[in-house]
């Protein structure tokens, strides 16, 4: 790798340093196992852009379709109930470390084409506030910047009366430098926005049992695409967090006035392991060192994915994330939200409890999520913030979206 690269990962930190707990390792935390954590590009896109999943543990692959699904599964949005849609949220970042303005935001929008497919858009924007550049010196280079976003369109379609296929094209953009020329001491290079193109692609489905329970089963395959590279001349292009997301629900309408849902994604994501590093040797079976790694093609690398960690399949399982939730509505107007997620040790050691409340009147939604980590290590960026979104319905939201149309 070129001495350069060394200067653009270091600004590729800037984002990276503050989604820790998406690939990182906890410092200090020790298990008496290798810690071998993937690390990819924009790792902002796996983020949660609702408070309505945040509050269930970050489940979403099979629950009730909403305004919010293109995140979650796209062909939930064949079967929303609802002509047009329009959501948003706003999530401070790293508030419990007193960082003021940092923040995700996220628009979004859906219109039914007719009683069979659905379109939808939705906009992500992640700002890291202003930053005082510097050379390798300590000299000021001027304000910073930096920012990522990404913008969706989304077509999804019934395939028959209970099973949906969804699409889903993005622009991903993320710019962390302003495009300033870089140094470390010894060479220089001009940075530039990493600019990508991205797809999804979901299955749903749900079934009646009967009149008053469901069950609906989800896989969501999303952001696979180019690789992110933040100059002309920069060999080491980071992966996108090109993901698997699998899960399923049970909801049970007990009366006119009690409904609960209970949710269960497994999420993996469908990056190449990369190798481990003890001493002077190397580990791995399909890589001979980093340069190696990062070289390999996308669609290889989510192949290999399934089988290339250097600990074989009990790393891979490793690499599983575990999320579970539950949600309860009473009359269709207030809810209450619960939920878990886990992620081991080794990959990274996010392991944490959420909250939530929702407040439904006429065409309006209003939710609440808040995260409380379980481990002492966590340094997740979301740790003790309340997130806040906004929902409205051109026509009100049933408990279940009709299966039968």
Do not use: C
Not at 194 to 216: E, M, N, T
Request: no cysteine; charged share 15%.
């Amino acid at each position: 790798m070129r001495q350069s690269n060394i200067l653009l990962a270091s600004a590729f930190i800037l984002s990276l340093a503050l989604s820790t707990s998406l690939n990182a390792q906890n410092p200090g935390r020790t298990t008496g196992q290798n810690q071998n954590y993937i690390s990819t590009g924009m790792p902002i896109l796996l983020i949660s852009p609702d408070a309505i999943a945040s509050g269930m543990g970050d489940a979403g692959a099979a629950s009730l379709p909403d305004s919010y699904s293109a995140h979650w599964n796209n062909a939930k949005y064949a079967f929303i109930d609802g002509n047009i849609g329009l959501s948003t949220t706003y999530t401070p970042w790293l508030r419990h470390l007193g960082v003021g303005d940092m923040n995700l935001l996220y628009l979004g929008g859906y219109y039914r084409i007719n009683s069979r497919s659905t379109a939808a858009a939705s906009l992500t924007y992640f700002s890291l506030g202003e930053i005082q550049s510097t050379d390798v010196e300590g000299n000021p280079l001027g304000i910073m910047n930096p920012n990522e976003f990404a913008f969706d369109l989304t077509y999804a379609m019934k395939l028959n009366d209970e099973l949906s296929l969804g699409a889903t094209g993005r622009f991903i953009q993320s710019d962390l430098t302003n495009g300033q020329i870089l140094s470390d001491g010894s060479s220089y290079v001009t940075t530039k926005p990493a600019r990508s193109l991205a797809a999804d692609v979901g299955l749903y489905w749900q079934h009646p049992i009967d009149k008053s329970q469901d069950i609906a089963l989800g896989a969501f395959f999303s952001n696979l695409g180019a690789k992110l590279s933040y100059s002309n001349d920069d060999t080491k292009k980071e992966f996108l967090p090109t993901n698997l997301r699998v899960g399923g629900r049970y909801t049970n309408r007990i009366d006119d006035a009690n409904e609960i849902t209970f949710l269960l994604d497994l999420n993996k994501l469908l990056v190449p392991t990369p190798p481990t590093t003890i001493g002077e040797t190397t580990y791995s079976k399909y890589y001979r060192d980093k340069t190696e790694y990062y070289q390999t093609g996308v669609v290889r690398g989510a192949i290999q994915s399934f089988y290339d960690a250097p600990g074989g399949m009990t790393e891979e399982l490793h690499e599983v994330q575990i999320s579970a939730g539950a949600e309860y509505w009473y009359k269709q107007t207030l809810a209450a939200r619960a939920g878990y997620f886990f992620e081991h040790d080794t990959k990274g050691g996010r392991q944490y409890a959420t909250v939530g409340f929702g407040l439904r009147y006429n065409l309006m939604q209003f939710d609440l999520a808040y995260l409380v980590p379980t481990t002492r290590f966590s340094s997740n960026p979301l740790t003790n913030t309340i997130r806040i979104s906004l929902t409205f319905n051109l026509r009100p939201a049933k408990s279940t979206p009709t299966v039968n149309s």
